[in-house]
């Protein structure tokens, strides 16, 4: 049965902050807690319901909280347990749900399970990590399994004489999933924090929980070539560290776990390609449960693209499932440089019009770019294990541009990565004072999105227009029915569809008025333009 529903989460807009860049309230160049509560308003105004925060522990900040000194604390950089309250309590307030990063695979080295871990192959804590013997004939790594940062994914300690695994930066131990101990331990954190009341979680790389028990050699990518821009985590294929099955029947134990509360929702990290994400759906079979779409992100930005890959997702992620659509994240590029300035407001079109939960980076609603880092600014441990790749990711996680007065109204003091340039134009302040901006056009999709049960949950399906640029296809609800036209290109284009005439809901470039009769017949779509129909 088709699910109507307008109730969250399947009416959720969410907004990623990443808390080091989203406001400093003490000035000391870093964002925290309370600099987030300041600005929940803000949010709350742009119609956002959701808010994940990236990991807010307290950590070594190797990998910038990705690296889990304690699961069950804040780190003082951001604030108190008690700020946590305090934000929750006002997000909720504000009518917003807030969803924590949850980071299984691996903890900091820092962490007290990993520092008793290390202390002797005896110890109770041993086995809650992956430690192995040196290779038996070469003498050195176990096996030839990479980290995703460059580099083996072992590292020797001197002390046992063992190597231990990480996935991630050689500070980043991989948990032991298949030691029942490790798996109590942080169901027990889930219910740390959704006792003191939280709304779900995001959960971080939960496909490289399970590895091979057998811990065979990983082959060869025959398509990897080596070269200046090639990632040499691709030289293998990674058939026994990522995606293993048995993750899975982690997953639907942390599902349990929500379950045993009301109204919560998980969001898990999936990089694996469509068939296989597809699978995640069926094995949990939750509602309240979705992996990651970031397909928009992974393939070009090119409408007859688009079209194939979403209609296949959207037919395969029936409507007994909620499907996902994210457009920028802390892992990627900003949407401003990947796809350019021009097609801004198309990309806000098609997120807010698919039938998915948008997920929303901060900036992107006033279209914040790249930065450029100085090599000697660099943080990112991705850039520093392999330099000049393009690699990094600080250049999406400079500090949120708010207004035009120093350090962009982030902070008074310098900021931990420089603010971008372009901050005395691309700002808060001087956008949301602005009803043709791209701010306004993001506020005016998402209350159109709340009020149309089309576009919440309605029908997709997409439509021939004769034209390989442009995208255009139909939420249907009842006798609501709403058409998307969007225009990848910089090319005017004249399409052909099968609908004749319909009212204009909305243009991306607000040139033709709301409510104008359209014709649809023959219709001239302006260069990098887009318009939502009634019809
Ligand atoms: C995820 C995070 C990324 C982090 C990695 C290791 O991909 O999004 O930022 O570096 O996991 O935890």
Partial sequence: MQNTS??????????????????????????????????????????????????????????????????????????????????????????????????????????????????????????????????????????????????????????????????????????????????????????????LGIDGFRVDVPEWMIKDDKFRDEPENPDYKPGPQSDPYQQLIHKYTHAQKEYLEIVKQFIEVLEEYEHKFMVTEVWSPSEQMIKVYNEIERDFFAPFNFFIITHPWEARIHRQVIDHYDSRVTHVYTPTYVLGSHDKSRTATRIGHAQLRVAALLLFTLRGIPFIYYGEEIGMEDTLIPPEKVHDPFEKNIPGMGLGRDPERTPMQWDNKIFAGFSEHEPWLPVNDNYRQVNVEKLTGDDESLHALYKELIAMRQNSEALLTGKYSSWDTGVDDIFAYTRHAGSEVILVILNYSNKPHKITLPFRKGKLLLDSHGIIEKGTDMLLYNLVVPANNGYLVNI
């Fill in 6 to 195: 307008k109730t969250w989460p399947l009416n959720a807009i969410v907004y990623q902050i990443y808390p080091r860049s989203f406001q400093d309230s003490n000035n000391d160049g870093v964002g925290d807690l309370q600099g987030i509560i300041s600005r929940l308003q803000y949010l709350a105004d742009l119609g956002i319901n959701t808010v994940w925060l990236s990991p807010i522990y307290p950590s070594p900040m190797v990998d910038f909280g990705y690296d889990v000194a304690d699961y069950c604390d804040i780190d003082p950089v951001y604030g108190t347990l008690d700020d946590f309250k305090e934000l929750l309590a006002e997000c909720h307030k504000h009518d917003i749900k807030l969803l924590m990063d949850l980071i299984p695979n691996h903890t900091s080295t820092q962490h007290k399970w990993f520092l008793e871990s290390k202390k002797s192959k005896k110890n109770a804590f041993r086995d809650y990590y992956i430690w192995k013997n040196a290779h038996p004939g070469s003498g050195g790594v176990p096996n030839n399994w990479l980290s995703c940062f460059g580099g083996s994914g072992w590292e020797f300690d001197a002390e046992t004489g063992q190597y231990y695994l990480h996935s991630f930066a050689k500070e980043q131990a991989d948990l032991n999933w298949r030691n029942p101990a490790v798996v109590k331990e942080m169901l027990n954190v889930l219910r740390f924090w959704l006792d």
